[in-house]
């Protein structure tokens, strides 16, 4: 079992930057890719940005240019740096990880980001 706490959402003016956490606990050395996922309101969720437990990413066009995604092994943890915020990405952000050799899929309970025009 995986458990993702997410932390660092919350109200932004556009053009301003947030960087958000993803702390795993439980059987972390199963995961194998973090990912950041967000919803919008009447939207389905959509990938963000992913990491490998090697260090490759991989970034959404939504976001791309716009953001980093990392990752500290030691710590468990995944970031999502986000830059040049806009109102259109207000969403809840959900943190998501993979494990091997099961595949299973575990998701975080959400943070709200808000950018504000």
């Known amino acids: 079992q995986v458990r993702l706490v997410e932390s660092g959402g919350g109200l932004v003016h556009s053009g301003g930057s947030l960087r958000l956490a993803c702390a795993a606990s439980?059987?972390?050395?199963?995961?194998?890719?973090m990912a950041w996922y967000r919803q919008a309101p009447g939207k389905q969720r959509e990938l963000v940005a992913s990491?490998?437990?090697?260090?490759?990413?991989f970034y959404g066009d939504s976001v791309k240019g716009r953001s980093t995604i990392s990752r500290d092994n030691a710590k468990n943890t995944v970031y999502l740096q986000l830059d040049s915020l806009k109102p259109e990405d207000t969403a809840v952000y959900y943190c998501?990880?993979?494990?091997?050799?099961?595949?299973?899929?575990?998701w975080g309970q959400g943070t709200q980001v808000t950018v504000s025009s």
């Open positions: 998501n990880a993979d494990e091997i050799p099961t595949m299973r899929l575990y």
């Open positions: 439980g059987s972390t050395r199963s995961i194998n890719v």
């Open positions: 990491i490998t437990s090697g260090g490759r990413t």
